[in-house]
């Protein structure tokens, strides 16, 4: 049964408002960067794609966010994080190849269920060279609104050309009208906006089986728990694999050290830390470099298995 647990929904501070843009840089590979005004541009291949990390806003998550152990506390001095600002960014990733151009999530956009300041998807895509209407597909990881919300502007496909592909049971779920009329008020809204979103796009979604890919060299798999469906992105580059794991952590200090932590967010928090484990278990077993959607922007790193828990590397920069 699926739970719900959004009482911290509204209680963020005003966010900072933000339009940077960095891609990122698997280790040794090679890289480039250039700079536009008021964005900072880095990037680097993973295949045959380019990925480049865009900054959507900074969500105001708190302590309050984060639940279940006694630890939280103590690992936030511990890493220097004051008592109750756990800021995290939002972010999306483009990802482009010579016949591609692909966004993996699109932000907050026009929405301000976290305060205002989010909307950094679409300069920083213009910042790369990239207008909307270039975009061919949007992969979502999930329905919430941190995630789609920058898919419309006044309830209208913002990527007039791309198909959408989300995954088959996260798609389900938001559509579904039992679910929704279980759903506590508060959590109506969201139900509404994933529909609306889904409506714009018609018949350009895609449903995408778990496992499948959504892009040749694309696949999405399953990773549930943060909500029923909630789906990250392998990018097979060949020698280099990179894992967008997209929500199963919401940070990388202390979901990494305290993976079973709960978070306010999360529709089923039991489901998502295993989920969490699963995942950090297998980027840490196959080293993969791995991009998360509230990591340190540009939010690329490795998870390395720490005893029972684990700990989170940033990527080196060139
Ligand atoms: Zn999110």
Avoid: C
Avoid at 120 to 131: D, E, H, I, N, S
Avoid at 167 to 191: H, I, K, N, R, Y
């Amino acid at each position: 049964m699926t739970q719900f647990n959004r009482r911290n929904l509204l209680k963020g501070a005003a966010a900072l408002p933000a339009a940077a843009l960095v891609t990122g840089a698997a280790p040794a590979l090679a890289a480039g960067h250039s700079a536009t005004a008021g964005a900072a541009l880095y990037s680097a291949p993973v295949g045959n794609y380019r990925i480049t990390a865009l900054l959507d806003g900074i969500a105001p998550l708190g302590r309050g966010f984060f639940f279940g152990s006694d630890a939280i506390d103590p690992l936030m001095a511990e890493v220097g994080i004051g008592p109750d600002a756990l800021p995290a960014p939002v972010s999306a990733f483009l990802l482009q190849s010579d016949d591609r151009t692909i966004l993996i999530d699109a932000g907050m956009g026009e929405q301000e269920l976290l305060g205002p300041g989010f909307g950094g998807v679409t300069p920083g895509l213009a910042a790369a060279g990239v207008a909307p209407e270039d975009v061919d597909l949007v992969i979502l990881t999930h329905a919430h609104p941190d995630h789609l919300g920058g898919l419309i502007r006044d309830g209208s496909a913002v990527f007039a050309n791309a198909e959408l592909a989300v995954g088959e049971v996260e798609a389900g779920f938001w559509t579904d009208a039992g679910m929704m009329a279980q759903a506590p008020e508060e959590s109506q809204g969201l139900f509404q906006l994933a529909q609306t979103v889904f409506d714009a796009y018609g018949t350009r979604m895609t449903r995408i089986a778990d496992g499948a890919e959504a892009a040749p060299g694309l696949s999405m798999m399953l990773s549930p728990g943060h909500t029923p469906g909630h789906s990250i992105v392998r990018i097979d580059g060949g020698d280099r694999q990179l894992m967008m794991i997209a929500d199963t952590l919401h940070s990388a200090d202390v979901h990494t050290a305290l993976p079973d932590v709960g978070f306010g967010f999360d529709s089923d928090p039991v489901q998502a830390a295993a989920s969490r484990r699963r995942i950090f278990d297998m980027v840490a077993a196959d080293k993969m470099l791995v991009a998360g959607s509230h990591v340190h922007f540009p939010g690329f790193g490795r998870i390395l298995t720490d005893g029972d828990a684990y700990r989170y590397v940033p990527a080196t920069w060139m």
